[in-house]
């Protein structure tokens, strides 16, 4: 015999109602006979509510009644047929009637007690009940509509009544034996208590009911239907990825209802935890979906935690002073005094230092909170052995949920690593030794961040995402968002990574949407009517507000201005992936600042393409230098461009014509003026030069130009495209000198010792970077390690497809190291 609980919204519409009856006629149909229970239709507890506020202030209250009786007439009216009507509106308008009495003695009292709302509370579920059973008798001529006054005793505090269990069985079964072969539709959340009066059983009475009648008649099942699928991973307003989970323990079920997941009322399942009766958690909308099943022998499961739950609303108390210090009953008083007072502590927490203890509340009930703890502690406070505590506010509590966390090392770590990285301060943190749960206190304004965070970081089986604000659709920018939409589910099935582009702005227009922009129409969403005008600092402003975990800063521009902001971005703990130079190769000072801002906030600064476009030089120069190696020399060729020209001035070339094929292959920078007056080629020496330990300032790498004067001086770039043909013979005259001895030109930047110079240079067959072809690369790393023969990276070292692949690597790898 299974019991079958039908929430407010299951009985709150015609169609919904029709749907319950399904599911009575299933079970019916397989040969059971469940004990169907009923809650008041949806909003009627708290239109009642209402109605008997306004009663007691004297406020007419006609237009509560008539709603009322709209909404279950509403549902006579269209389920049963006009024959069969009468008797069951007749039966409701006295209902009706008794309320309208009840209100009006209330109106001429002006008087509300927890008592007489207890009653008025009563007629939603008893309405409810008796209109559903008139409906089903309809289908199952067995139907009985049976009031819980009937079954279930309770004491007398009303609002809250507490059950005498034994007396409330022998009551459950007495029914059931004397009414053999019916099919019972029970009203829930109501009682009786010795008196006679009507009693309720508080927040989530429903639940208590069914589980009372579950546990007293040795039900097979408990089930609760209600409107969503289940108890789920986190609460799916705030996380997306939130699934519903399969299967429960009972102590779970109640960690992650105490927080947020209200689908289940936490005390409700005691009866059926003690009896060990499975409760089910079905949805009325969505009669396929298997539901939640909470039992106590769940299949093992490989995940450390089963769900994250939260509450976005606490005030913090923090309680301090050397009066606390070693004395035993402080918090004895401290926690009955707010019992008394029936203030509900949420969390608590105290360091071993016993100087202070930190508690969590309702924000309503802060204030109470600490004028009582003023009151209690009035001599301490005097005698300054504790100090008045103030109260924070706009905080909210995140807690991961899960029995296999018990006795498994680096849950806490991979938390806690989470909050971190994402900038999400902690501010308390409270873990029982029963190891099921760790509750953390941040702000408020962070919670979404933090638990889309936490919730990646422990359901690993699903995707990781990266929140992604690129500024930059040229060259790079736009190859670069192609290989992202080419890619994206080889990176989601292999990499476990989504990569989510919310902000994308070029130097014209930008476009914000955090729920991602598409990968292949990102053009048309930058012109479409959510775009606006560019404006870098809203961009980032936009992006700091939305907060966004795992977020990323992706600078594709050649321009100088995303370098202010950089620092910033890294404060607010999100990370910053950048083509770039121009941040790196500024003021020493501005090289240090981003570098401490990414360390203190846990954010990564990733550059890889900023020196030798893809080519693994940034990650070998920092391997070399974390493993305690020591560079004492480097030698490179580190602009892809000119290495272009050098490799393709043979024969009857013309200079300018090789440096516009460079240009046009997307090897330059863009303005081809950068590469050709050795700019870009310094800034990548710096770079190096930088992370090899050197503090440079950019004036101090020495550039030996290899343009004539005129070319260096060109005011624009068509001006320098004429100087390079005026100068052609200047160009072949150095080329024939070189061949004449049996060599090639060679644009090599050297350091060592801390001193960096970039300069022309001919080189024979037997020097190692005789050998290069198209946009090559090259670098020689002498190190201590590396002395004899030095480590050498060679290959493509300009190209928009390289670059961006480069770009691509560094992206996917934020937050993984
Ligand atoms: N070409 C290569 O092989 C290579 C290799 C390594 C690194 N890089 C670097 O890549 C970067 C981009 O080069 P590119 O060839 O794609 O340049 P590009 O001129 O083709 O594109 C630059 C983009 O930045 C945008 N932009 C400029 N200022 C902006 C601002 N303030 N806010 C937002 N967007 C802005 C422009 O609108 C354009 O979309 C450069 O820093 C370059 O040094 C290039
Ligand atoms: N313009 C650059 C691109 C790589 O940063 C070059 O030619 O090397
Ligand atoms: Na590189």
Sequence with gaps: MNILKFGGTSVGSVASISTLLDVVAREVARGERPVVVLSAMSGVTNLLLAAAEDAAAGRPVTTSLMELENRHFGVVKSLLDAARQNPVLTRLKLLFNELEDLLHGIGSLRELTPQTLDRVLSYGERCATFLVSALAAGRFPEALCVEATELIRTDAHYGQARVDTEL?????????????????????????????????????????????????????????????????????????????????????????????????????????????????????????????????????????????????????????????????????????????????????????????????????????????IGQEFELELQARKLELPGIEQDLAVLAIVGENMKQTPGIAGKLFQALGRNGVNVRAIAQGSSEYNISVIIGRADLAKALNAVHDAFFVELTKTLHVFALGTGNIGRTLLGQLHAHRDFLREQNGVQVRVVGLSNSRRMVIDPSGLPLDGWEAALNNGHSEPADLARFVARMKQLNLPNCVLLDNTAAPEPAAHYADALRHSISVVTCNKIANSGPYQQYRELRDAARQHGADFYYETNVGAGLPIIRTLRDLRTSG?????????????????????????????????????????????????????????????????????????????????????????????????????????????????????????????????????????????????????????????????????????????????????????????
């Design 629 to 817: 190696d020591r560079v004492e020399r480097i030698e490179a060729i580190l602009s892809g461009t000119i290495s272009f020209i050098f490799n393709n001035f043979r024969g009857e070339a013309s200079f300018h014509d090789i440096v516009r094929e460079a240009q046009q292959r997307g090897y330059t920078e863009p303005d081809p003026r950068d590469d050709l007056n050795g700019r870009d080629f310094m800034r990548k020496m710096l770079i190096l030069a930088r992370d090899a330990g050197h503090p440079l300032e950019p004036d101090d790498v020495i550039i030996e130009p290899m343009l004539p004067a005129a070319c260096l001086q060109a005011p624009t770039v068509a001006a320098f495209y004429e100087q390079l043909r005026a100068h052609e013979a200047y160009f072949s005259e150095l080329k024939d000198r070189a061949a004449a001895a049996g060599q090639v030109l060679r644009y090599i930047g050297q350091l060592e010792d801390g001193r960096a110079r970039i300069s022309l240079q001919m080189v024979d067959e037997q020097h190692p970077f005789y050998q290069l072809s198209g946009a090559d690369n090259v670098i020689s790393f002498t190190t201590e390690r590396y002395k004899e023969r030095p480590l050498v990276v060679k290959g493509p070292g300009a190209g928009a497809e390289v670059t961006a692949a480069g770009v691509f690597a560094d992206l996917v790898n934020v937050g993984t190291r």
């Design 168 to 372: 409330t069985e022998q009551l459950i079964r007495g029914f059931v034996r004397e009414h053999p072969g019916r099919l019972l539709f029970v009203t829930g959340f109501i009682a009786r208590n010795a008196q006679g009066r009507v009693t309720t059983l508080g927040r989530g009475g429903s639940d208590y009911t069914a589980a009372i009648l579950g546990a007293a008649l040795g039900a097979q099942e408990i089930q609760i239907w209600t409107d969503v699928n289940g108890m789920m991973t986190a609460d799916p307003r705030m996380v997306k990825k939130a699934f519903s989970l399969p299967e429960l323990s009972y102590t779970e079920a109640m960690e992650l209802s105490y927080f947020g997941a209200k689908v289940i009322y936490p005390p409700t399942m005691i009866p059926a935890f003690m009896k060990r009766i499975p409760i089910v958690i079905r949805n009325t909308f969505d009669l396929d979906f298997a539901g939640t099943t909470i039992r106590h022998d769940c299949q093992p499961s490989a995940l450390p935690i089963k769900g994250i739950s939260s509450i976005n609303d606490v005030s913090v108390i923090n309680v301090e002073g050397s009066g606390m210090v070693g004395k035993a009953g402080f918090s004895g008083r401290l926690f009955s005094l707010l019992a008394r007072e029936q203030i509900n502590v949420i969390l608590i927490t105290q360091a071993s230092s016993e100087h202070s203890i930190t508690f969590a509340v309702a924000p309503h009930d802060a204030v109470r909170a600490r004028e009582l």
